[in-house]
């Protein structure tokens, strides 16, 4: 008899901790996401969760555990992983001095992007900042710089998407813009993305995760989620932040 297909994972958290001196920043995380998937992780400051994006976006490294993400391990195959993953935070890493355009070829170069030109023009435009293109990236208002900042993290077609609050700063056109882009290329990617918006978070996600001192409160896919429930167990970790 046939066995059914495996689902390939775009995650694979094993015991994963993090401390920095006497703080547990992670504690023993373990969670496994599907390829395709999109992950709201929410918690209170001081959670873990900066952290846990940084050492599965091979930013930061474990103290214990271990992380692999599309089946490369974060600390063995990092080099290789960087090619495989986009990162959005409140740190856009553009540079301030050249062009929107200018930015998205210096990152082109990197990733050795076949048809680069098409590949920006397409991205400027989803962003709606073409009419910008040749305007240095210190001109623009924050929302513009985080939109630049996705254009920059898709620019390579990234197995795994990471967003550490990408809706923070944004305008309402701006979430507008966002919220398009990421329906556009759902089905492309795999989301992890750190949010304070429940209502947002759960909007988007496919499976949530609530954490804690470091802590797995809850891992769950959606259709398994009551959202009283849920709702009621992030307001009791909201007291347990750490400072």
């Known amino acids: 008899m046939a066995q ?9 958290v094993r015991d994963l901790s993090r401390t920095f001196g006497v703080r547990k920043a992670l504690d023993k995380v373990n969670f496994e996401l599907p390829q ?9 400051n ?8 940084k050492v599965l976006s091979t930013l930061t490294g474990a103290s214990k555990g271990s992380a692999k993400v599309v089946g490369l391990d974060v600390v063995q195959d990092a080099v290789e992983l960087r090619n ?3 990162f959005i935070s409140h740190n856009p890493l553009l540079y301030p001095d050249l062009t929107a355009q200018e930015n998205l070829e210096f990152f082109a170069d990197l990733y050795c992007i076949d048809e680069a030109p098409d590949r ?11 009419h910008r293109r040749l305007d240095a ?9 985080q939109r630049l900042s996705i254009a920059r993290s898709l ?6 998407i990471f967003l550490d609050e990408p809706y923070s ?11 398009s882009l990421i329906a556009q290329v759902r089905d492309q990617h795999t989301f992890v993305m750190i949010s304070h918006d429940l209502t947002k978070g759960l909007e988007l996600c496919s499976h949530a995760l609530i954490l804690a001192k470091g802590k797995v409160v809850l891992f769950a896919e959606k259709e398994a989620i009551d959202p009283d429930v849920f709702s009621a167990t992030y307001r009791q970790t909201v007291g347990m932040g750490v400072s």
């Open 4 to 12: 059914p297909p495996t689902t390939q994972l775009a995650l694979e």
């Open 36 to 44: 395709g998937a999109f992950l709201s992780i929410f918690g209170p």
């Open 46 to 53: 001081g959670a873990g969760k900066t952290t846990m994006l």
């Open 84 to 86: 495989r993953i986009g």
């Open 120 to 130: 920006i023009h397409e991205l400027l435009t989803a962003v709606e900042l073409d």
């Open 137 to 145: 990236v210190r001109t623009f208002s924050r929302g513009m710089i």
């Open 155 to 160: 620019l390579h077609k990234p197995d795994v």
């Open 169 to 179: 700063g944004l305008d309402p056109h701006a979430m507008d813009i966002l919220d």
